[in-house]
């Protein structure tokens, strides 16, 4: 069965303490991995496409990675308007994405 | 420009009662999305459809209907609401669908079935 799992499920942070989320995958054929972020009360907001093992891409504090079994999320020296929960998905083909839990990240001042 | 709008933003329903989930994008995108995200779960998809007239059903269709008369609306239609449906639902669209979504979100309808 295809799954995606996230960890940790929570993480809190001091401000400036950089870290990794961990975003593992057993899937038949992954043809896209997302990272969305989705604030309190808000819809998840788009972040990163990668395609295959190896790609590397950036926004602002954020890199996100990729291997043949998992994807990390690093963010460097993180601010407290980072806090909130970090969503990954995993497309096989077609409309068959699915979604890991999240990992809800706390940046404190 | 507005994204995705969802109506309302929260509503309790009784068992039983039906009602509609309103879905609107004004980015002229042809591919939108239903899902429903329960506590410590992923997403997951309901139905979708990659055009007006076009839907198909997702990974929990069961208990919901939707249409696509036009581009810009995607209404969800829950018939004889039941508790297990108690979850907070996300419309969303993409320009393009599969491995290409960049799909941009709703900010959700929370709803409560007692």
């Known amino acids: 069965e295809d799954q995606v799992t996230q960890s940790p499920e929570a993480l809190r942070l001091q401000e400036g303490e950089s870290s990794s989320l961990n975003c593992s995958y057993t899937?038949?054929?992954?043809?896209?991995l997302f990272w969305y972020r989705q604030d309190p009360g808000k819809g998840p907001e788009f972040l990163f496409t990668?395609?295959?093992a190896g790609e590397e891409k950036e926004k602002e504090r954020l890199k996100a990675t990729l291997t043949k079994k998992e994807s990390f999320l690093h963010i460097t020296a993180p601010k407290p308007e980072d806090s909130a929960t970090y969503l990954c998905?995993?497309?096989?083909?077609?409309?068959?994405?699915?979604f890991g839990a999240g990992t809800r990240l706390f940046v404190k001042a | 420009n507005a994204g995705v709008t969802q109506t309302p933003k929260f509503r309790i329903l009784k068992i039983g009662q039906s009602m509609t989930l309103q879905c609107a994008q004004d980015?002229?995108?042809?591919?939108m999305y239903w899902y429903r995200q329960d506590p410590g779960m992923g997403l997951k998809l309901i139905y979708y459809?990659?055009?007006?007239?076009?839907?198909d059903k997702g990974e929990v269709p069961n208990g919901y209907n939707v249409s696509r008369s036009t581009t810009e609306d995607f209404p969800l239609r829950l018939e004889l609401a039941a508790p297990s449906q108690t979850s907070v639902y996300f419309c969303?669209?993409?320009?393009?669908?599969?491995?290409?979504?960049?799909?941009?979100f709703g900010q959700g309808t929370r709803l409560t079935v007692v």
């Open positions: 998905a995993v497309n096989t083909g077609g409309f068959k994405t699915i």
């Open positions: 969303a669209s993409s320009y393009k669908g599969g491995i290409n979504t960049e799909a941009f």
């Open positions: 899937v038949s054929g992954l043809r896209g």
């Open positions: 980015m002229n995108h042809n591919y």
């Open positions: 990668l395609y295959s």
């Open positions: 459809s990659v055009g007006a007239g076009i839907t």
